[in-house]
């Protein structure tokens, strides 16, 4: 059953230099009209809407916050109207430090947006720059002074490690900045240069240096020990938390939970099918236009698949996966399906199982992606 | 046809041969004459047409023969009938050019007229000179700027003792000089001797299997005349046959009613066997059979081996299918089974040089889509024990201890290797660290010399041909033929990875360059095995002796934190492509190890990185 809405705002006033959503430079876009068809196209899932029962909202993007205070407004106004918010217990949206204004937050307040997702990536002016962002810590310690006037429930920051040319002290000074602030709750992701990003040519010119897999594990360490003694709970491979404040949507992925997908290349989970949205603003507005979703591609996902997918998603979380809630959702016992497969990991001291979960071991979380392998037997 | 009829026609029938170096044109060259005669139309034309396997198209190389029959009508206004038998250039395939020679009367000597006779070509001159064949310089390329045809016709009278002034100036690719080939051929080639009514003699020279007609035998006629019934003879294993069809390639396959004197053609005769149509014999008739049998060839003994095993160890059977339809078209390949502790079951297996056995590998992975991890190649070794037995070893995990060897002979070629005076610095200072003795040194024109080394074989199969290749910018040119074998101070090295000996990895080693080489590999093997789980030391030993030794480190960081918004899919994706980039490798104990690493002994001597 759908548990979610995400929703998505392929606008950017800056571009990031290892971004590869699908986004566009906000300027000369249509995104009024691109506002008016995700209203549109929210009636199209309105059958799904109606038998959803929907948790979370996250919109994300791009920036959410590169719209004009109206569009903003508008696009909030459109989601009061169509998306049923009775079971709604996280609203989230995700912000630019610099493009956050006292009223921006008031409105967003009004229409129940109860957590910011703010990417502000490191405290460390010179990488900002390397990053391609435009904000500035001030930014930052603004937002947070607005969040206390506008009793914002609950704030998150997004944290970059793996950085180019980063040192380990810059790493250590952006997470005791970010402990110094008392955020709630931080995302620390380690960087990954995609292919069509400005940071992928640099590398494949051989003008970007990365601090390499030995420095990055190392980070990584340093994270997770630092998150424990600051009062941090880790619930995810890449996202802590003080207790109570996880990221709903977020575990909606992990969980492998339904969630209906909504903007330009936005993907969602519906009914066991997995789609993905057109990417291009033309293609997703002219569908809508002609009253069908403006979905590209989709796949049914098999029971099989179903149970990897299980496994790699839920591997994630540190609680692991339940065998039970496996057992009651596939009518098989995990360990009859991956038996072979575990035993294997609990050799390797890769993954152990404790309480009836089973879940990655502390080394088991730096080469998470060789015990997912695992379980892709199809 | 009457006998006087075939012998009118056998007059105006001339066989001939392409010789040239690789990139010299002689493929260009084959195709514009073709257009020319219009034995292909210019819709039919498809480039270089005579290489007709995809392998040759995409590497510009002729590994199999072809034969194919023209009509030219020349200025004599007489129509003359052509085959035109291709032959491969490399130096792995002496063999088959000898017996396609051996099916002409005459060669085209094609010769580039910027860099004059390369070593390769001037060894398939001599061929053709021992056949007793005319040969046709022409001299190639020459609307290139930098075409001297003066100096290459000089060189090729100096060099070879051919009398070049009638050499053709061409230029396959711009179509010159075409229409004068096509006339010296009718002029000087002569035309085929011998008697249609005599009996029959056909010379061998290929065959290929195809599943629906059995062997396809390609032949040369000498004497007499075969048709579709006739009972033939194979006059080596004296197996008799009934012949079905006769036919020559234009270039396609096309029936004849007979082949007769100076035919070069096939025949099928529902044979199951390749091996019932040996490549060299002569095929006569089981009614009149001819008293004595064609000069055959001398059957060329592989030079180099080396392990095939495949990764998927269930596809074992596969491989074995895949290594018996090759050999049915290629005779010198040779394989026996293997087993390795580190690899499995597998093939050992025995190529004429290391281009023959980089083809087979590719032709196994891509036509039957078995992938393959081919073990570094290996020479034959002779060894004589402390008990006074000598044994062949040609596979360095099979050296008997050191306490057990008496003395160890190896293969030597001489080398001969032409390059611009330039280089002859860098070549001699390559051929010493490959341990050669210098024997001489000629100048073949005032700028160009033929230099004279005999070297190991195994120092050859490794990777001289890249290093000559980066030491003399690519101006050499090489061929080397086989002289014996010399004793010399060997050594086994074995590799260990976690601990465990990896007998696939194991090389023999001069004494004197042990220490340094297994310094050299370890690093190598670092560098080409990714991380693992765990930490793997990797050792080079000399019996119990470690010599050498490095760590490859364990996984620091792998796993997925980005959330992607979502797109689980794409999540998903990239868990598949990094296990898919696992099944190319072999696991070797609790280790995966990539097909390169196997090589990395070939990649020792690269002294500038």
């Known amino acids: 059953m759908v548990r979610g809405v995400y929703i998505h705002i392929p606008f950017c006033h800056q571009i990031c230099n290892y971004c590869d959503f699908n986004k566009f430079f906000f300027q000369n876009q249509p995104v009024d009209e ?100 435009t904000h500035s810590n001030d930014h930052v310690y603004k937002v947070i002074e607005y969040a206390k006037q506008t009793n914002f429930p609950s704030i998150s920051i997004d944290l970059m490690y793996g950085l180019p040319n980063q040192t380990m002290d810059q790493w250590k000074a952006s997470l005791k900045e970010a402990f110094r602030l008392n955020i709630p709750h931080i995302s620390a992701y380690s960087l990954l240069v995609e292919p069509k990003t400005i940071f992928y040519n640099l590398l494949s010119k051989g003008k970007l240096t990365l601090p390499g897999e030995d420095l990055e594990a190392e980070m990584y360490s340093y994270l997770m020990d630092e998150m424990k003694r600051n009062g941090y709970a880790q619930y995810e491979i890449s996202n802590f938390a003080y207790k109570g404040i996880e990221s709903k949507h977020n575990l909606l992925y992990w969980d492998n939970d339904e969630y209906i997908g909504l903007g330009a290349g936005a993907h969602g989970y519906v009914n066991s099918v997995r789609y993905s949205n057109h990417g291009p603003l033309k293609k997703y507005m002219h569908t809508i236009e002609v009253d069908e979703k403006p979905i590209m591609m989709q796949k049914e996902v098999s029971q099989v698949e179903k149970m990897e997918e299980e496994m790699f998603l839920g591997l994630r979380k540190n609680e692991g996966v339940s065998l039970a809630r496996f057992e009651q959702r596939y009518g098989q016992a995990l360990q009859g399906v991956y038996g072979k497969e575990i035993d294997e990991l609990l050799e390797k001291e890769l993954v152990s199982i404790e309480n009836n979960f089973i879940k990655l071991t502390k080394r088991g979380r730096f080469v998470g992606n060789e015990v997912f392998q695992y379980f892709l037997t199809s | 046809m009457n006998h006087e009829e075939r012998l009118a026609r056998q007059k105006k029938i001339r066989n001939f041969s392409i010789i040239a170096h690789i990139d010299h044109g002689k493929s260009t060259l084959a195709d514009r004459i073709l257009e020319k005669t219009q034995t292909v139309t210019s819709r039919e034309m498809q480039s270089q047409l005579l290489d007709s396997m995809d392998l040759e198209r995409e590497r510009g190389i002729t590994i199999k023969l072809n034969a194919v029959q023209l009509t030219y009508t020349a200025k ?45 070509t001037l060894a398939n001159v001599y061929l053709a000179l021992d056949n007793d064949l005319e040969i046709l310089p022409v001299i190639n390329k020459i609307d290139l700027p930098a075409a001297d045809p003066e100096r290459v016709k000089k060189e090729v009278e100096e060099v070879i003792g051919l009398d070049a002034s009638e050499a053709v100036h061409a230029s396959a690719k711009a179509g010159i000089g075409i229409e004068e080939i096509l006339e010296q051929i009718v002029e000087k080639v002569p035309a085929p001797v011998g008697d249609p009514s005599a009996p029959l003699k056909a010379l061998i020279f290929d065959s ?171 020479v034959i070794y002779d060894v004589k024990l402390t008990s006074g037995e000598t044994i062949k070893v040609d596979n360095p995990s099979m050296m008997p201890e050191v306490q057990k060897v008496d003395k160890i002979e190896e293969p030597y070629v001489k080398a001969s290797i032409m390059v611009p005076e330039d280089y002859v610095g860098s070549v001699m200072e390559l051929c010493q660290r490959k341990r050669g003795n210098f024997i001489t040194m000629d100048y073949l024109s005032a700028a160009r010399v033929n230099i004279i080394y005999e070297i190991p074989l195994s120092e050859i199969v490794y990777d001289f041909f890249d290093a000559l290749k980066s030491s003399t910018k690519g101006y050499a040119s090489f061929d080397y033929e086989l002289i014996g074998y010399k004793e010399s101070k060997l050594v086994k090295m074995d590799i260990l990875l976690n601990s465990e000996k ?55 960081k792998n796993v997925l934190a980005k959330c992607y918004g979502g797109d689980i899919s794409r999540k998903r994706k990239l868990l598949e492509k990094q296990k898919e980039g696992k099944k190319r490798m072999k696991q070797v104990g609790s280790v995966e190890v990539p097909q390169e690493a196997f090589m990395a002994v070939l990649k020792m001597d690269e002294p500038n990185k």
């Open chain 1, 34 to 133: 691109y506002i008016e068809a995700l209203g549109q196209e929210m009636v199209l899932w309105a059958d799904d809407l109606k038998n959803a029962s929907v948790e979370t909202i996250f919109i994300g993007g791009g920036t959410p916050t590169s719209l004009s205070v109206k569009q903003l407004e508008r696009l909030l106004a459109l989601i009061h109207t169509h998306i049923p918010m009775d079971s709604l217990v996280e609203f989230t949206s995700e912000a630019n430090p610099d493009e956050l204004t006292l009223e921006k937050m008031q409105l967003m307040r009004k229409f129940g947006v109860n957590r910011l997702s703010m990417g502000v990536q490191t405290f460390d002016q010179e990488l900002l720059q390397v990053l391609g962002r």
């Open chain 2, 76 to 120: 004599d206004g007489e129509e003359y009938i052509f085959h035109l038998i291709d032959t491969p250039g490399h130096v792995d395939f002496t063999y088959e050019v000898s017996r396609s020679l051996a099916a002409c009367e005459g060669a085209i000597l094609v010769v580039d007229a910027a860099q004059g006779i390369e070593a390769q």
């Open chain 2, 208 to 378: 290929l299997f195809d599943p629906y007609r059995g062997v396809i035998v390609y032949i040369r006629i000498m004497e007499g005349t075969v048709k579709p019934g006739d009972k033939i003879k194979m006059m080596s294993s004296g197996k008799e046959f009934e012949v079905v069809e006769t036919g020559v390639f234009t270039p396609k396959a096309t029936m004849r009613s007979e082949l007769t004197v100076g035919d070069v053609g096939f025949l099928t005769a529902s044979m199951k066997h390749v091996g019932d149509s040996s490549v060299g014999d002569t095929i006569t008739l089981a009614s009149n059979p001819a008293t004595e049998a064609l000069p055959g060839y001398r059957k060329m003994n592989p030079m180099v081996f080396c392990g095939l095993y495949p990764i998927d160890n269930s596809k074992y059977v596969d491989l074995r299918d895949a290594l018996e339809k090759l050999e049915l078209n290629d005779s010198a390949l040779e394989f026996e089974p293997e087993t390795s502790q580190a690899l499995g079951f597998g093939y050992r297996c025995g190529f004429l040089g290391l281009l023959h056995m980089e083809i087979i590998q590719e032709r196994i992975e891509r036509e039957f889509k078995i992938d393959l991890i081919t073990t570094a190649p290996s």
């Open chain 2, 502 to 556: 990896v007998d696939a990895l194991s090389f023999i080693v001069h004494k004197d360059f042990a220490y340094e080489r297994g310094k050299v590999i370890v690093e190598k093997l670092k560098a080409l095995i990714p991380r693992q789980q765990f930490e793997v030391p990797v050792q080079a030993a000399i019996g119990q002796k470690i010599v050498a030794r490095s760590t490859i480190k364990s996984i620091g």
